[in-house]
């Protein structure tokens, strides 16, 4: 009975998707022809599969290095890493020296279909500036779950003992996933700097050359601030893929560099403009913000600086105050 | 794919387990259609006529095969619902290692030792392991129907160390693709047939049939191509441990937990439980000589996380404009219209 039900199945049931079916078996040969097939055997250590139940989440952190290679602008204020002191948020740039702080790092999870499970997470510090020698704070684990769930994003705190030493002090997130969809967007900086603008305001930053070779580096500065979110499109809570892929490219639009000029009026100088590091070397940058004359406000300008190759190499958000 | 995430199989009941070698049952079952469209084609009384019903029977014999491997099988475990483990991988059975007609089975399989499991614990200490020996260990649900059980041993090839496993395989389409060819042979066959035993259309007949056997002959070869494992270079490799024993992926893995009652009746003799198929899988860390000492954490997550991600509240949630983002919420994201302006999730700036 078993049997002639499976003949009848068949024939009545399947013979129409399986024509649709072979057709696309076919198709799928067709295609499957002209990729590399990485030849195989049990007796290998590491075994390449590409099964659509394997997945990989994709662990991140607002990444400047990842951002600004996607030609975005950026902000070294990283929205997703907040110092606490008794509970209550303090602005990076002014730490007290020998004090325990709460760091609060922010992770989500690009993934629909894989969570983030137990990654380590690395914070570190580092002397106020670009390339700078990092000191490790400690290592915590973090699971985060895919989009849509209630623990995305999630958030690991760690308590940091500031230096003994005053000075402004940068703040490195380093996630460290077993696996990972996009590893370049795991490293998230905080080096942020306030500055009152008697006229003008004047900060400094180390400028190190953290690589094997001679650089000589230039800067770029902006106005960028993360721009507030567009409000979702009133389309019952649902969008089809090619409207949302329009309205994500109108959403970048708002992110690049050219939309956010240092203001008009305002004269930013960094020097030297041009310095020439050797291996190792360190540098003070000083850099000089002028407001126009009776502006009031918060002026938040970034300041990045790239090697000779054009390769970003860190950068600094001075935060220019001027009260009546 | 099936009805059942990433399937091309069903699981069925202890009780519609068949009771002696597939081969047989399936030639058994087959010989009853196999006689009857022979006979009216000797009734005919022309050997093409007779060619063609041969034919036929034959394709019957791989489809009845092919239901079997797909529908009877394995048997259902549990409650029905997926079950994640998390393990480290042992060794990997794929299916280029496979020679023909065993490589029409394209699952790609990994045997996975689960966590408080050791290399050289004997089968009945794993079994009795927490959280996951009871996955391995024999189930009421087969027992008491007599079905074969012993267990599924797998050796790291590196090392030559051995421990009771979990098998868990991630599902080919190749059995899928050989039911899917002889379906529409055996509909050119049939057809082939009733034209020949008519009289008419015999070079049509000839056709049909001719197209018939080369879609048989080479469905078996073509489908066996269909395996889970070929990948390109970037997409994740699962690894196994070096000579030092150290290296392998500790992956999680979610599937339907079933027995698996395939080998029972044949030369390999063997009945153990598996997941099959597996639904999602991730790797989760390495291995380096024993297992990681917030393990437990790691299990819960891995399942508190699949269980989200598989709740309708979160499906639906990613279904939302507000979840389309790729980089990163604050620069492609939008926010929902009933939140406020100012709301970057809680932000403490």
């Known amino acids: 009975m078993r049997a002639l039900?499976?003949?009848?199945?068949?024939?009545?049931?399947?013979?129409?998707?399986?024509?649709?079916?072979?057709?696309?078996?076919?198709?799928?040969?067709?295609?499957?022809?002209?990729?590399?097939?990485?030849?195989?055997?049990?007796?290998?250590?590491?075994?390449?599969?590409?099964?659509?139940?394997?997945?990989?989440?994709?662990?991140?952190?607002?990444?400047?290095?990842?951002?600004?290679?996607?030609?975005?602008?950026?902000?070294?204020?990283?929205?997703?890493?907040?110092l606490l002191l008794d509970g209550k948020a303090v602005p990076a740039g002014s730490l007290q020296p020998s004090t325990h702080y709460e760091v609060r790092v922010r992770v989500w999870?690009?993934?629909?279909?894989?969570?983030?499970?137990?990654?380590?997470?690395?914070?570190?510090?580092?002397?106020?500036?670009?390339?700078?020698?990092?000191?490790?704070?400690?290592?915590?684990?973090?699971?985060?779950?895919?989009?849509?769930?209630?623990?995305?994003?999630?958030?690991?705190?760690?308590?940091?003992?500031?230096?003994?030493?005053?000075?402004?002090?940068?703040?490195?997130?380093?996630?460290d996933p077993a696996d990972d969809a996009n590893n370049a967007n795991n490293l998230g900086q905080q080096n942020t700097d306030v500055g009152v603008a008697h006229s003008p305001a004047t900060f400094t930053f180390e400028l190190r050359n953290a690589s094997r070779r001679a650089h000589r580096y230039h800067f770029t500065v902006d106005g960028y601030t993360i721009p507030p979110a567009d409000p979702c499109p009133a389309d019952g809570g649902r969008s089809d893929q090619r409207s949302?892929?329009?309205?994500?490219?109108?959403?970048?639009?708002?992110?690049?560099?050219?939309?956010?000029?240092?203001?008009?009026?305002w004269h930013v100088d960094v020097s030297p403009e041009l310095p020439e590091l050797a291996p190792g070397e360190q540098l003070t940058i000083t850099v000089t913000a002028t407001p126009p004359d009776g502006w009031t406000g918060q002026q938040s300008l970034n300041v990045n600086a790239f090697d000779d190759r054009d390769e970003l190499s860190g950068g600094v958000t001075l935060t220019v105050l001027r009260e009546h | 794919m099936g009805a059942d995430e990433n399937a091309w199989t069903t699981c069925t009941t202890p009780d519609n387990v068949i009771s002696f070698n597939q081969y047989l049952s399936t030639s058994l079952t087959t010989g009853v259609f196999g006689a009857i469209m022979v006979g009216i084609a000797i009734a005919a009384g022309d050997p093409l006529c007779i060619?063609?019903?041969?034919?036929?029977?034959?394709?019957?014999?791989?489809?009845?095969?092919?239901?079997?491997w797909l529908n009877w099988r394995l048997v259902c475990l549990g409650d029905g619902s997926p079950v994640s483990?998390?393990?480290?991988?042992?060794?990997?059975?794929?299916?280029?290692?496979?020679?023909?007609?065993?490589?029409?089975?394209?699952?790609?399989s990994l045997n996975l030792m689960l966590p408080n499991s050791h290399f050289g614990d004997s089968q009945a200490t794993v079994w009795g392991s927490a959280p996951f020996g009871h996955l391995m260990a024999e189930n009421p649900t087969t027992a008491s129907h007599g079905l074969l059980f012993t267990g599924n041993e797998a050796t790291d090839k590196q090392t030559g160390k051995s421990c009771e496993a979990l098998h868990v395989e991630l599902e080919g389409a190749s059995i899928h693709d050989l039911q899917l060819v002889n379906t529409l042979a055996l509909i050119a066959a049939l057809a082939a047939l009733a034209l020949c035993l008519s009289g008419i259309g015999i070079v049509v007949a000839i056709i049909l049939a001719a197209l018939a056997f080369l879609a048989f002959l080479f469905s078996s070869i073509f489908s066996s191509s269909d395996t889970a494992d070929p990948s390109d270079a970037g997409l994740p490799s699962v690894e196994t441990n070096d000579a030092s024993g150290k290296g392998a992926h500790i992956v999680g893995v979610t599937g339907r937990w079933v027995y698996d009652a395939g080998h029972i009746h044949d030369s390999y003799h063997e009945g153990h439980n598996e997941l099959h198929p597996v639904q999602q899988a991730q790797i989760l860390g390495t291995w380096d000589g024993d297992w990681p000492l917030n393990i437990d954490d790691i299990i819960r997550d891995y399942q508190t996380g699949i269980a989200n991600s598989r709740s309708p509240l979160t499906q639906d949630r990613q279904s939302r404009p507000e979840s389309q983002w790729k980089i990163h919420p604050l620069i492609d994201g939008c926010r929902r219209a009933d939140e406020p302006p100012s709301d970057t999730p809680p932000d403490i700036k």
């Open chain 1, 109 to 175: 999870n690009a993934s629909f279909t894989a969570p983030v499970v137990q990654m380590p997470v690395h914070l570190s510090y580092l002397a106020f500036g670009v390339g700078t020698v990092s000191y490790p704070v400690d290592t915590k684990p973090i699971s985060v779950g895919v989009i849509g769930a209630p623990d995305q994003p999630n958030y690991v705190s760690f308590d940091w003992l500031t230096p003994s030493t005053p000075g402004h002090y940068c703040l490195q997130a380093l996630l």
């Open chain 1, 5 to 82: 039900l499976a003949i009848l199945r068949a024939l009545f049931l399947s013979s129409g998707p399986a024509l649709v079916e072979v057709l696309r078996f076919l198709r799928r040969l067709f295609r499957r022809s002209e990729r590399r097939v990485d030849e195989q055997g049990t007796r290998a250590h590491c075994v390449p599969i590409d099964h659509p139940a394997f997945r990989r989440p994709d662990p991140l952190i607002y990444d400047q290095y990842y951002l600004m290679n996607l030609g975005l602008a950026v902000t070294w204020d990283n929205p997703d890493i907040d």
């Open chain 2, 85 to 108: 483990v998390v393990g480290m991988v042992i060794n990997i059975e794929p299916p280029s290692d496979k020679s023909w007609p065993n490589s029409l089975d394209s699952d790609y």
């Open chain 2, 51 to 68: 060619a063609f019903a041969a034919l036929a029977t034959a394709i019957v014999w791989i489809l009845i095969y092919c239901d079997w």
């Open chain 1, 244 to 265: 949302a892929d329009e309205q994500r490219r109108k959403r970048l639009a708002a992110h690049l560099p050219s939309a956010h000029p240092v203001p008009a009026g």
